[in-house]
């Protein structure tokens, strides 16, 4: 069954990150098994309009503005003719959003259902339940899941977090892992320097990822070990946290920060380490690690949220997200790799490659897919209902959100009507309708070479005779 998807998230190409790699990733296998799929987010800088990447995937840059951490100003409305223009143009049959941090994501689903549309979610990060920001994002994401057809989580421990956040049913949540491109993250042993252990980072620099963390590690490893050197890839505002570390312990020689990288950078700076270091506080499934694994690099991580399923425990050190034990765990590796132990960075590879694939994680979220397009429609009676069962108060207010939906909706339905919208070219569809047609007619003119070739053989002996 071919599906037109479209993919819907805050983040995307030029931002750099996990979920920016797994909608590019997923996109392009999903486009080489048949389907069509776009992706739709918000505009970066002068980058505002439709862009063309590998395989003809269409992103759309909406002109939304951005309030925090790349993240679009939650309105609910303001969206909504835009959402809906590009999914009728495209004839979209599933809106597929990524990450519950980006708004853009939560109300595309919401818009998405409401034009009758199958809605499916995956979520990339785990959430806490105590402070005033989870609880808001938590509810809100409430809101959002409430009548979505499916849910995806990259570990089973991000899946049991999403259950219980959104009040889903655990057989409406598949996991299916995030995968690495295997082919770009080869191990590289000779571009490693002589008589130096090299400890690579790269990872945002937020309170997220445990930077704080890493600048108490820094000072007590480069204290113990003179021939350990740190580098640091990735930027953010905890940056000042580590030049600051930098000046008091006159570490200039010992570290160095690399700012912002590129994805398809990422590799030449992995490969000339020998220890990779993550220090993340929570994570529903680490891509940095599997990339490091990858290039042959020895893993330590601290043990939170989903880490500990994403690799064996003779590929990776595991540590409580402390100081003193990060330090330990890092000792440990360090004299691995004095002494020649542990396995090989070609294994390492290998094993990666074996464990992890994008085809696979595509052919899975087909399945899904295929399942969600089965589902029969739901009226909206039924959905009012299921969003007043939500909370004596807060079921209420969403009754209230999702009507004055509908209403708006209908409002820009009157206003632009879907037969004034033109339908876009399938540039994916004529594609692959080329590539058969040039198969095809490659194919039979082999066969009548081979076929006259004999003929014209006996013509030429009867003329010669």
Request: proline letters at 4%.
């Amino acid at each position: 069954m071919r599906h037109n998807v479209c993919m819907v998230s805050d983040f995307f190409h030029p931002n750099a990150g996990g979920v920016e790699s797994h909608i590019y990733q997923l996109s392009q296998c999903l486009i080489e098994r048949g389907h069509k799929v776009v992706v739709v987010t918000h505009a970066y800088g002068d980058r505002v309009g439709i862009r063309y990447l590998t395989n003809f995937l269409k992103i759309y840059y909406l002109p939304l503005g951005v309030f925090y951490a790349q993240n679009t100003l939650p309105t609910l409305f303001t969206s909504l003719p835009l959402i809906r223009d590009i999914c009728v143009r495209e004839q979209i049959t599933i809106v597929h959003g990524h990450s519950a941090f980006s708004t853009l994501c939560q109300e595309a689903l919401v818009h998405g259902r409401n034009m009758a549309l199958k809605a499916v979610f995956t979520d990339h990060s785990l959430f806490g339940f105590a402070d005033a920001s989870s609880i808001i994002t938590n509810k809100f994401l409430h809101f959002c899941l409430c009548d979505i057809n499916h849910a995806i989580c990259v570990s089973y421990t991000s899946k049991e977090n999403t259950v219980l956040r959104a009040s889903l049913h655990p057989s409406q949540v598949s996991v299916i892992p995030n995968a690495v491109d295997a082919n770009m993250f080869t191990p590289d042993p000779s571009r490693r320097q002589a008589g130096r252990i090299t400890i690579v980072v790269v990872s945002r620099l937020v309170y997220r990822k445990g930077i704080d963390l890493l600048a108490g590690v820094l000072p007590i490893i480069c204290a113990r070990h003179s021939d350990v050197h740190f580098l640091i890839g990735g930027d953010g505002p905890k940056r000042v946290n580590l030049e600051e570390v930098c000046e008091k312990h006159q570490l200039h020689e010992r570290m160095q920060l690399l700012g912002s990288i590129a994805h398809a950078n990422v590799r030449n700076v992995l490969v000339q380490g020998d220890i990779f270091l993550n220090t993340s506080l929570t994570e529903a499934f680490c891509m940095a690690i599997v990339e490091a694994a990858s290039c042959g690099l020895k893993v330590v991580s601290t043990g939170v949220g989903g880490i500990p399923e994403v690799l064996p425990e003779d590929m990776i050190q595991l540590a409580e997200p402390s100081v003193d034990d990060l330090v330990d765990a890092l000792e440990v590796a360090i004299r691995n790799v004095r002494e020649g132990k542990g396995i090989s960075p070609d294994e390492a590879h290998a094993r990666i490659e074996s464990y992890y694939q994008w085809a696979e994680v595509a052919e899975r979220t087909e399945q899904v897919y295929d399942r969600v397009a089965e589902d029969a429609p739901v009226t909206l009676a039924e959905r009012l209902n299921k969003f007043h069962s939500l909370g004596p108060v807060a079921g209420k207010i969403f009754v209230l959100l999702l009507m004055l939906c509908h209403l708006w909706l209908s409002l820009v339905e009157w206003w632009r009507p879907r037969q004034f919208i033109d339908k876009a070219p399938d540039l994916q569809a004529c594609r692959d309708s080329v590539r058969q047609q040039y198969s095809s007619s490659r194919e039979p003119s082999r066969a009548c070479q081979e076929n006259e070739g004999p003929t014209l053989q006996r013509k030429s002996k009867r003329r010669h005779r």
